[in-house]
């Protein structure tokens, strides 16, 4: 008779409080007791209840332990980045990770990819969940679906980009400024054709790199030229054909600022491909891993990226320790770290008319 094959092994489940009472010989609460680290249980039998656990593999149930905690907390926060995998979010992923650690507190993380509807419903989960409070990297422009969740007592705050539509705590960092010194030393190097490459102006932290442009070139009496702008590129490939384009004009930029670490990455690929990485200066807005491992380096506008994280993180955990004072916005400073793309000079800097950049090129 053709032997059966065996069929797929359920499991067996985990282990229980009771299954470790059983094995230890104690009462449930004994367990309980133990679990929750009550100091008063015999150390015999505290023992023989963690050998048993070890021997089951038992591990607690939080979800339902802070069921039954008075303060209903659950020990844990959500925060909502743009991408995981953009380094900026990674950093600040991190940080925030790092501060929670501290209290014996786990973070949950959600990926937005720029899309509003993916707040909503990452917020909801996060919230169904019972997280104690929100961290949260907004995608969208109205922010007013959360204001009955916080005042059922999630705690809120904002980091990178300010709130919409809701009064909420919120940590930034200085883009305008930032953007400012950018343009500023290029034209220190005597560059007058400046390109932009940004994000969509409907992302506040692009508005106000851009806003920092604009205002660097009207203090130096220069005008905007509508052909060295560009605002859609939102990613490395958008940002390769934009600067390709550019560098191919008539009369092209002599040096760009790019206004996030992924389209500065983009550039400095274009900027390779065309042979012009020593002859087009270029200030990028972030920074990102190898930027100075290139030749030339990167000369970046940097975040502070661990100082916005934990201050929103420690921002957070003085609301859920009861602060109940105005809400606040705080504002990081970003430094400019100089590594060899922005101080290449102007091709007028270094003698050169536009016969010689042509033949340079």
């Known amino acids: 008779m053709p032997h059966a094959e065996p069929g797929p092994v ?10 470790v009472a059983a094995l230890a010989g104690v009462a449930i609460k004994t367990v309980s007791r133990v679990v929750n680290g009550v100091s008063t249980v015999d150390p015999v039998l505290a023992a023989r209840v963690r050998e048993a656990a070890d021997k089951l593999g038992y591990r607690p149930n939080l ?12 020990a844990t926060i959500g925060m909502l980045v743009e991408d995981a995998a953009n380094p900026f979010s990674a950093a600040l992923m991190r940080a925030v990770e790092d501060t929670a650690r ?12 720029e899309d509003a509807t993916r707040e909503r419903e990452l917020a909801g989960a996060f919230i169904d969940r019972r997280v104690d409070g929100l961290l949260i990297v907004p995608a ?17 705050v904002f980091v990178d980009r300010e709130p919409k539509l809701l009064d909420a705590d919120a940590v930034l960092s200085d883009n305008r400024t930032g953007a400012i010194n950018a343009v500023d030393h290029l034209l220190a190097g005597g560059h007058r054709r400046i390109a932009y490459l940004g994000d969509r102006l409907s992302i506040s932290t692009a508005a106000q790199r851009f806003d920092g442009f604009r205002h660097a070139l009207e203090l130096a009496r220069l005008k905007a030229d509508e052909q060295l702008i560009w605002h859609e590129a939102s990613s490395e490939r958008a940002a390769i054909e934009a600067t390709e384009r550019m560098l191919r004009l008539p009369d092209p930029p002599t ?8 389209i500065t990455i983009g550039a400095s690929r274009a900027l390779r491909a065309l042979g012009l990485q020593d002859e087009v200066a270029m200030v990028g807005f972030d920074d990102f891993p190898l930027a100075d491992m290139l030749r030339p380096g990167i000369t970046v506008v940097a975040q502070d990226i661990e100082a916005l994280g934990r201050l929103a993180a420690e921002t957070l955990f003085r609301r859920l320790d009861g602060d109940t004072s105005p809400t606040s916005t705080r504002i990081i400073p970003t430094r400019l770290i100089t590594r060899g793309s922005g101080e290449i000079a102007a091709p007028a800097a270094r003698g050169l008319n536009s016969r010689d950049r042509r033949a340079a090129s």
């Open 102 to 113: 501290e209290r014996d507190v786990l973070a949950l993380f959600g990926s937005l990819d």
């Open 63 to 74: 979800t339902a332990s802070n069921l039954r905690r008075s303060d209903g907390r659950t």
């Open 140 to 156: 969208g422009q109205d922010h007013s679906y959360l204001i009955k969740e916080r005042a059922a007592g999630t705690c809120l």
């Open 10 to 19: 359920r499991p067996a489940g985990r282990p229980t409080m009771r299954d």
């Open 255 to 262: 040096a760009l600022f790019t206004g996030q670490n992924l």
